[in-house]
Nanobody, 119 residues
Framework: QVQLVESGGGLVQAGGSLRLSCTAS????????MGWYRQAPGKEREVVVG???????YYADSVKGRFTISRDNDKNTVHLQMNSLKPEDTAVYYC?????????????WGQGTQVTVSS
């Protein structure tokens, strides 16, 4: 089992910044990828960013150049630095972990944190 706890959401004006953090605990050795999805009202949940155990990163086109994902040395905590925020970034952001090294659930989710960007 893996538990994900995320923090850092809030309300910010357009052009501002927020930093999200997500810490994994439990069977963290199972995790191959960590990142964030987001879901805006009336839209499907979409992947935003990800980082693999080997350090490779993925960014959705909509956030390239504005968002940066990083991880602590213990690899159990990841951070999402969000700069130049836009109203369309408003969503609930869910930390996600992909446990490809173990059998069992295909993924784990954090509790979600609201990011609201005002115009």
């Amino acid at each position: 089992q893996v538990q994900l706890v995320e923090s850092g959401g809030g309300l910010v004006q357009a052009g501002g910044s927020l930093r999200l953090s997500c810490t994994a605990s439990g069977d963290t050795h199972c995790i191959s990828v960590m990142g964030w999805y987001r879901q805006a009202p009336g839209k499907e949940r979409e992947v935003v960013v990800g980082i693999t155990d080997g350090g490779s990163t993925y960014y959705a086109d909509s956030v390239k150049g504005r968002f940066t994902i990083s991880r602590d040395n213990d690899k159990n905590t990841v951070h999402l630095q969000m700069n130049s925020l836009k109203p369309e970034d408003t969503a609930v952001y869910y930390c996600n972990a992909l446990p490809q090294y173990c059998s069992g659930p295909s993924g784990y989710w954090g509790q979600g944190t609201q990011v609201t960007v005002s115009s």
